[in-house]
């Protein structure tokens, strides 16, 4: 009896996440391992952000860029340019073509209005001409989303390269109005 009476009323009682109005307030990132929830004299435990982006694929036949609606999270601000690359590595339809799939994003640091991406890629994320060209045309529509970012240079494997992938001229940096 004892038992039925605990478990009808846990759903009763206000929870830490509700407000004194009922309503749910945003949910903070659970920690796990040995480390206490919460005190009073820890630190606050960073809330992950969401933001909705456009992110570029290419169309079935690698002809032209499709723009999807995704939603990134990141717990630091600096955080989110690299959520916004990895978008661009999964495709959200089985026609659409991840541009930037098979590349590793290595770092993305933006200093002085500049984004510097250093990227490795596998041997099976070489395109052709064209889906070179989608690639970086990919990368500009996504990057300059952000109102902070004029420019960004992009490295492969922290070099300044030519070329990604031999077909395309990459200026170093692609400038917002290039």
Excluded at 73 to 85: F, I, P, T, V
Excluded at 119 to 135: F, T, Y
């Amino acid at each position: 009896m004892t038992l039925i009476a605990l478990l009808s009323a846990c759903g009763q009682a206000k929870t830490p996440d509700q407000t004194s109005h009922g309503q749910t307030a945003p949910k903070q990132e659970q920690t796990t391992g040995s480390q206490p929830a919460s005190s009073s004299t820890s630190q606050p435990v960073n809330e992950s952000k969401q933001m909705k982006i456009k992110a570029y694929f290419g169309d079935e036949n690698g002809e032209k860029l499709v723009e999807k609606e995704v939603s990134i999270r990141y717990k630091q601000e600096d955080e989110k340019y690299s959520e916004a690359l990895k978008a661009l590595g999964t495709s959200p339809d089985p026609k659409q073509l991840a541009l930037l799939q098979g590349f590793t994003v290595r770092s993305v640091v933006l200093k002085d209005k500049t984004l510097t991406v250093d990227v490795s890629m596998s041997p099976e994320s070489r395109l052709g001409s064209g889906g070179e060209a989608l690639l970086l045309e990919a990368l500009k529509k996504t990057l300059f989303q952000f109102s902070e970012i004029d420019s960004f240079d992009v490295l492969l494997d922290g070099k300044a390269v030519e070329s990604l992938m031999g077909h395309m001229d990459l200026p170093h940096p692609i400038q917002r109005n290039s």
